[in-house]
């Protein structure tokens, strides 16, 4: 018998989480992107801010999208290590114990 198995659960919600987050977090940014040199384009004349202000948005945003499923990837890690730990305690204390 597993014991934790809640842990073992929140671990595998964690990567489907980290994964949509980071595809949705993606596609968001390049739209977010191309609507923000849009909207700029109301404000200036020159077609460069536009497309450097977009560019800007978009990679802030995919760096953004990246570090969120860095770190919920790193937060199923440490689920999987609190289990781990927790099995070589026991296997420890039974050794020491005989």
């Given at each position: 018998m597993?014991?934790?198995p809640f842990l073992r659960f929140a671990a595998?919600?964690?990567r489907v989480v980290?994964?949509?987050?980071?595809v949705l977090g993606v596609i968001g940014s390049i739209?977010?992107?191309?609507?923000?040199?849009?909207?700029?384009g109301g404000a200036t004349d020159l077609p460069v801010v536009n497309i450097l202000?977009?560019?800007m948005v978009t990679i802030?945003?995919?760096i953004g999208s990246f570090l969120?499923?860095?770190f919920l990837l790193a937060a199923r890690e440490v689920f999987y290590l609190f289990i781990?730990?927790?099995q070589n305690t026991r296997n420890t204390a039974e050794r020491i114990t005989g």
């Open positions: 597993q014991r934790y595998g919600v964690l980290g994964w949509i987050a980071l739209g977010t992107g191309i609507v923000a040199g849009m909207m700029v202000l977009g560019a802030i945003g995919i969120v499923w860095l781990d730990l927790e």
